[in-house]
């Protein structure tokens, strides 16, 4: 039998199987850290096959970021027709997830991406790039409706609601919810970014001076 042959008649790790492995990977990954983690560990948590690991990740990086995937899979933009709507639709789930395995599978998250270079890069590709173009994509498009001003610079917006959530809950260790992600939203990212009046008025006046102006 050809690899290729026998790769493809190798049973696939699926479904509720493949949900045990990453919550397996999870647990293992917070009571012990990335670096101490194997799969090894993994299949005796999850009571499978080290083979079995090896069908489905070839490498410790795609096991561990599938497993974090699992947990808060991007999801496709929403769009409620303005930039409060989505934002809310979009992070108010966020919340209630402030217990000490979360707090550890971060930490090892932060040791793995200072330690080990690959993990970094698929960790950012495959984790963070989904999820801030999704973000991203909100804010293009409140661009677009002409919500947001032109000089704001969606480098530093973008992260800036994540940020300020993760550092309460996972740095000060203090409850997230949903009250609390809209007041990030309403006291934070809108005043930041918003068109206020004076701005629709200046530019009518604008337009007015000019026309005035003309021979």
């Not at 948590?45 to 699992?70: F, G, M, N």
Request: net charge negative; proline share 5%; charged share 25%.
């Amino acid at each position: 039998m050809t690899p290729a042959a026998e790769t493809a008649s190798r049973p696939r790790v699926e479904g509720d199987r493949e949900q045990e492995i990453l919550d397996a990977t999870l647990e293992v990954l917070a009571e012990v850290g990335y670096d101490r983690l194997t799969m090894d560990a993994v299949a005796t948590a999850a009571r499978a096959s080290k083979a079995t690991l090896y069908r489905r990740w070839s490498t410790k990086p795609a096991l561990v970021i599938d497993a974090l995937k699992s947990q808060k899979p991007a999801h496709a933009p929403v769009d409620t027709g303005t930039l409060r709507g989505d934002l809310l639709a979009t992070y108010c789930g966020m919340g209630g997830q402030g217990d000490q395995v979360q707090i550890a599978i971060l930490a090892s998250v932060i040791t793995a991406i200072g330690r080990d270079e690959h993990f970094a890069a698929a960790f950012r590709r495959d984790f963070i790039g989904p999820k801030a173009a999704v973000s991203t994509a909100i804010f293009d498009r409140a661009r677009e409706r002409g919500e947001i001003r032109d000089d704001v610079d969606l480098d530093v917006v973008v992260p800036a609601l994540p940020g300020i959530a993760l550092h309460r809950q996972f740095l000060l260790g203090e409850a997230l919810d949903a009250d609390f992600i809209t007041r990030i939203i309403d006291q934070v990212v809108l005043p930041a970014v918003l068109r206020q009046p004076s701005d629709t008025t200046s530019d009518i006046t604008s337009d007015t001076t000019s026309e005035k102006d003309l021979p």
